[in-house]
């Protein structure tokens, strides 16, 4: 009797190698996976406007990035002692309205010098649900503001193939060769009710299909990887909404065969060597077998830079270097 149903999504046509750029958007989960690309040495630029949510906000944020939109105290509000925007994790907020305001500026002006020559817009969505202002203006976060100071609604899937489609359109005449990727977060948002979160689930999901009928957009799974194959508590944390560790690792492993293309997976595992190496906690530094530890691994990366150019190995040879 089989007791698990593994599930192994079909690998794109089109695959991420080393050399490609790849920015990604999104709940935490995207970051999960952001941070993991980084540590394999790609290169990623990762929500430069923090974690977001809903897809109005995600779609307002690649837009400002197209525009390189500019922000102003004006577009800033004072809350909690610290002033803060609408559009941005908290990550940006700061006592200081100023400087705020040139974080804010400095993570825009990344973005659209990061998207001009990106090879790759990875977009997580996490829930349907939006918060809005008086003014109808969707948030990207509450900043801890009273829930009665906004209007919660669940968004239609038109709402969000609308939304999404515009950016879409606009990113065609920014970065024509650009691919997209669109994955549903694993994340439940059990706050919103386990009923109300499986409709903005699905809502997500009908949104998805049909935005992935467009060339050079692709849908990789992991919702399904942890609701449907994986499918235990066991694989959750303690608040039994995110993803644990064991859960991450195997979706990054389907992600990987999925996505990535098979020279740059051999390169991640001499990436890995590396890695571990540096991981390594020596018993005494200043021994001579240390030292040869260090030699070898120094000539080891330098190889892979010879072979490999365009990956920066710098902080792995100040590392070993003796």
Not at 91 to 107: H, I, K, L, W, Y
Not at 116 to 127: E, F, H, Q, R, V
Not at 300 to 320: D, M
Request: glycine residues 4%; contains cysteine.
């Amino acid at each position: 009797m089989e007791f698990h149903l593994e599930f192994t999504p079909k690998p794109f046509g089109t695959k991420i190698n080393h050399q490609h750029k790849l920015l990604l958007i999104g709940s935490c989960f995207t970051e999960q996976i952001g941070s993991r690309l980084a540590h394999h040495k790609f290169q990623v630029l990762d929500n430069p406007n923090g974690i977001l949510f809903n897809p109005i906000s995600i779609t307002k944020s690649v837009l400002s990035y197209i525009n390189n939109k500019q922000y102003n105290a004006a577009d800033l509000f004072y809350q909690n002692e610290s002033w803060n925007s609408w559009e941005h994790h908290s990550r940006f907020s700061n006592p200081g309205q100023q400087a705020a305001v040139e974080g804010v500026n400095a993570s825009q002006n990344r973005a659209n010098d990061f998207l001009k020559s990106a090879d790759w817009l990875l977009i997580t969505l996490g829930s349907a649900f939006v918060y809005e202002l008086e003014n109808g203006e969707v948030v990207a976060n509450c900043h801890k503001v009273p829930t009665d100071k906004f209007n919660k609604r669940l968004l239609s899937v038109e709402e969000v193939v609308s939304a999404l489609q515009q950016m879409q359109t606009q990113l065609l005449g920014f970065s024509p060769s650009l691919k997209i990727i669109y994955t549903i977060s694993p994340v439940r948002h059990l706050r919103d009710g386990f009923v109300e979160n499986n409709r903005s689930k699905a809502t997500l999901h009908l949104a998805v299909q049909q935005l992935v009928q467009i060339g050079n957009t692709f849908y990789f799974p992991a919702y399904e990887l942890v609701m449907d194959d994986l499918r235990d508590y066991r694989f959750y944390a303690e608040d039994m909404v995110h993803p644990n560790y064991a859960a991450t690792n195997y979706v990054w492993k389907k992600f990987i065969a999925t996505c990535v293309d098979e020279p740059s997976q051999d390169l991640m595992k001499e990436i890995n060597h590396i890695n571990a190496a540096k991981s390594h906690k020596p018993f005494n530094p200043a021994s001579e077998q240390h030292k040869k530890f260090l030699q070898a691994n120094l000539e080891r990366v330098k190889k892979l830079e010879q072979h490999f150019p365009y990956i920066n190995f710098e902080e792995e040879k100040k590392y070993f270097n003796l």
